[in-house]
C-alpha cells in the first residue's frame, strides 16, 4: 500500500513548487516506508509514498506512460487483485509492460479504456493521473471504500491526498470546522457522513465515484452502485456461488511478494480466510501460514459473558491454528501501552475515533509489522450478511436512525446550551439518516419489513462499514502494514445485496447461509459458534485510567473542550462507577469507558490540530 497526495492550478506554475509538495508527501510516511516520490509539471505536483508488496523494482511512483506523445502520470495506492487477467487483455490489444506491477497495469488499463477501466478493476483503490496536455486530472476510489481518498477545492487550487494531514501541511488548508464539521465530531463520530472532509473545504470522494477536474470545472460521478433485483438463484446454486466467491476472493488476495499473514479471532469471518490460506499455502508448497491475534492482560480475570461478547475466543484460536498447522502468535498488552496509544491513533486517524478499538488495533499491527508486511482480515462480513444484533431487532429496524448510535440523547447531554443550540443535533442526525435512506435503491413488490431489512443493509454498507474500513486503514497504515478485506470483493457485496433474508438466515442463525457455505472448509464447532465481536480490554485500569485522563483535562482551564461541553454533566459521568459500562453508544464496543477517552482525544486532537471553530 501507499499514501497518495497533489496540487492542481490550472492557471499557475507550480513547478517551482517542491516544498509544499514534499511537506506534503511526508505526511504519509508511514503509509509508505520505503520510498518517496514527487512529480512537478506546470500545473500539476503529484506526491507519493511507498510500502512496496507486489514488484519491489519495477513499481516505483509517481509513474509515466506515454500515448502518443501526451505523458500521463499516476500515484496510486491500492492492490490489484485481477491484475494477470487486465494485463493479458492489454497485451491482445498490443501494449507492452516494462514491469509486472498492478500499477503499470492500471495505468496502461486507463490510457486504454478511461473511465471504463474502472469497471474491470478488482481491487481495493485511490489513484490520480495527470494528463498535461489536456490540462486533465482524474481521481478514482474503490467501489467499497477500503482506499481513503481526500480533497479540497479552493478556488484555482485542487489538493488531495490519502489522509486529511497531507492536505493540511497545504497553507492554504486550514484545520477550521465549521457548524457541520462539529456536528460531526460530536453528533456522529467516529462515523462520518459519506462524502464528508470533517473540516471546511474538504470533502471526501464516495466510494464507486470517480473525478475529473479540467478547463470546464470539477465533474464527479459514480462508476458504480448497488442494484436491487429478484433474486432467481435456488438455495443450493445460492450457497455454492457464495463459497466460490468467498473462496476466490481470498485466494487472490494472497497474491504478494512480500511475507503475507492472517488475523485470527477464532470467530467464523477470520477463521475462513485462515482455512483457505492455509490450504492454498499447502497446495502451492509455501509452508505454514502465519496468523496472529490479540489480547489484553486481565481479561481472563475480568471477562463477563454479555449478549455482545458471549465467549473468550482463547480456546476458538487454538483450536483453528491447530487444526490448519498454523504458526500462530499471540499478542498481549498491558493497559499502559492501551491507554498511550489512545494519543498516537489521533494522529493516526486525524481525528477522534473508536478509543480502545482504534488504539488496540495500531498495537497490534505495529507487533506484527515485525514479521510480516501483509495480513488479511474479517472486516466486512457482518454488514454484508446481517450479523449484528440490530438486522434482528425489529425495534431497530423501525427506529427511525442509526441502528448503532441509538443513545444519541446520551451524547446531547455531553453539550452545552451554546452548542446545543448553534448544532441542533437531533435535526443534523435526523437529517444525516434521511439522506441515506432516500438512496436506498428500491425493490418493487418488496414487503414493507423486507424494505426496512434492504434499509439496515445499506446503512450498514454505507455507514458503519465504512467506519470500520477507515478504522483499519489508518490503524494499519500508520504502522506500515497492509492490511486487505477479501469480504469486501465487490462480487459478494452485489450478489448477497439480493439474496433474501430467509437465506441468509438460514437455520434461524446470524450469517446463517455463510456458514452453509463454508461447510467442509472449517470444522462445525468454529463454523457455527456464537458471533463475537473485536475484543476489547475489561480491565477495569483501563476504565479507571481514561476517567482520569479526562478529569485532568475537565480541571484545565485551557483545555479547548471545555466551551463546547457541559463540564459539570460530564464530570458527573466521570465521577460514577467508571467500570460500568452501561449501554454501549456506538456500536457493540463503545460504552462508559470508550466515552471517557474519546473526549479525552477530542479535547487533544483540538490542541494538537490547533483546529479553529469558526
Known amino acids: 500500500m501507499c499514501g497518495i497526495t497533489g496540487w492542481v492550478n490550472l492557471r499557475r506554475d507550480l513547478s517551482h513548487e517542491r516544498p509544499i509538495l514534499t511537506a506534503m508527501t511526508n505526511t504519509l510516511t508511514n503509509r509508505g516506508p520505503d520510498a518517496a516520490g514527487v512529480h512537478l509539471d506546470t500545473h500539476a505536483a503529484l506526491g507519493h509514498r511507498r510500502l512496496a508488496v507486489v514488484d519491489l523494482e519495477g513499481g516505483a511512483q509517481p509513474m509515466t506512460r506515454y500515448r502518443g506523445s501526451t505523458a500521463f502520470t499516476m500515484v496510486y495506492n491500492g492492490e490489484l487483485y485481477n491484475t494477470e487477467d487486465i494485463r493479458q487483455e492489454l497485451l491482445a490489444r498490443g501494449h507492452q509492460f516494462r514491469s509486472h506491477s498492478d500499477t503499470e497495469v492500471l495505468l496502461i488499463a486507463y490510457l486504454e479504456w478511461g473511465a ?52 493540511l501541511a497545504h497553507p492554504d488548508v486550514k484545520p477550521e470546522l465549521d457548524r457541520e464539521g462539529l456536528a460531526e465530531i460530536m453528533m456522529i463520530s467516529p462515523a462520518r457522513t459519506p ?84 490450504n492454498l499455502f499447502r497446495r502451492e508448497g509455501k509452508g505454514k501460514l502465519h496468523t496472529y491475534s490479540i489480547d489484553y492482560k486481565g481479561n481472563d480475570e475480568f471477562f463477563q459473558s454479555s449478549t455482545f461478547q458471549p465467549d473468550s475466543d482463547a480456546a476458538w484460536i487454538k483450536r483453528v491454528s491447530e487444526h490448519f498447522g498454523t504458526v500462530h502468535h499471540d499478542i498481549l498488552f498491558d493497559t499502559p501501552e492501551l491507554v498511550e496509544a489512545l494519543r498516537t491513533a489521533v494522529s493516526a486517524r486525524d481525528t477522534p475515533g473508536m478509543a480502545d478499538i482504534d488504539a488496540s488495533l495500531y498495537l497490534f499491527c505495529r507487533e506484527i509489522k515485525k514479521d510480516v508486511t501483509v495480513v488479511l482480515s474479517g472486516e466486512c462480513a457482518d454488514e454484508i450478511f446481517g450479523g449484528y444484533p440490530w438486522f434482528h431487532q425489529k425495534d431497530a429496524l423501525y427506529a427511525g436512525t442509526f441502528p448503532w448510535a441509538r443513545q444519541n440523547e446520551e451524547r446531547v447531554k455531553w453539550l452545552n446550551t451554546d452548542t446545543k443550540d448553534w448544532l441542533k443535533p437531533d435535526e443534523y442526525v435526523a437529517r444525516r439518516y434521511q439522506e441515506t435512506i432516500a438512496e436506498v435503491p428500491r425493490l418493487a413488490g418488496e414487503s414493507e419489513l423486507e424494505a426496512k431489512r434492504r434499509e439496515m443493509f445499506y446503512l450498514n454498507l454505507n455507514w458503519f462499514m465504512n467506519t470500520l474500513l477507515d478504522r483499519k486503514d489508518r490503524m494499519s497504515m500508520y504502522a506500515s502494514l497492509e492490511a486487505r478485506v477479501p469480504f469486501c470483493d465487490h462480487r459478494i457485496v452485489e450478489y448477497v445485496w439480493n439474496v433474501p433474508w430467509e437465506m441468509k438466515m438460514h437455520n434461524g442463525r446470524e450469517k446463517g447461509i455463510l456458514r452453509k457455505a463454508l461447510e467442509g472448509v472449517l470444522p462445525d464447532d468454529v463454523l457455527y459458534r456464537k458471533k463475537s465481536p473485536y475484543p476489547k480490554t475489561h480491565n477495569p485500569a483501563y476504565a479507571e485510567a481514561t476517567r482520569d485522563w479526562l478529569l485532568q483535562v475537565l480541571d484545565d482551564p485551557s483545555s479547548p473542550l ?25 456500536g457493540q464496543l463503545m460504552s462508559k469507558p470508550q466515552m471517557f477517552a474519546y473526549l479525552a482525544q477530542l479535547d487533544k486532537w483540538l490542541r494538537d490540530y490547533n483546529v479553529q471553530i469558526v
Open 116 to 167: 471504463g477501466c474502472l469497471e474491470k478493476l478488482n481491487g481495493i483503490f485511490a489513484f490520480a493521473i495527470w494528463n498535461p496536455d489536456e490540462k486533465k486530472l482524474f481521481m478514482a476510489r474503490d467501489r467499497m471504500g477500503v482506499k481513503p481518498l481526500f480533497y479540497s477545492h479552493r478556488g484555482d487550487d485542487f489538493m488531495f491526498g490519502s489522509e486529511l494531514k497531507a492536505l
Open 195 to 278: 462524502g464528508h472532509g470533517v473540516f471546511r473545504n474538504v470533502r471526501e470522494l464516495r466510494p464507486g465515484h470517480y473525478l475529473e477536474l479540467d478547463a470546464d470545472g470539477l465533474t464527479i460521478k459514480p462508476y458504480w452502485a448497488l442494484e436491487s433485483r429478484e433474486h432467481t438463484d435456488d438455495f443450493d446454486t445460492t450457497v455454492s456461488t457464495i463459497r466460490d466467491l468467498v473462496i476466490d476472493a481470498i485466494e487472490r488476495q494472497l497474491v504478494s511478494d512480500v511475507p503475507i499473514a492472517t488475523l485470527l479471532s477464532g470467530g467464523l469471518d477470520s477463521s475462513a480466510i485462515t482455512a483457505v490460506a492455509a
Open 562 to 586: 471545555l466551551q463546547l461541553i457541559d463540564v459539570e454533566h460530564v464530570r458527573q459521568v466521570a465521577h460514577s462507577d467508571a467500570a460500568a459500562s452501561g449501554t454501549p453508544w456506538f
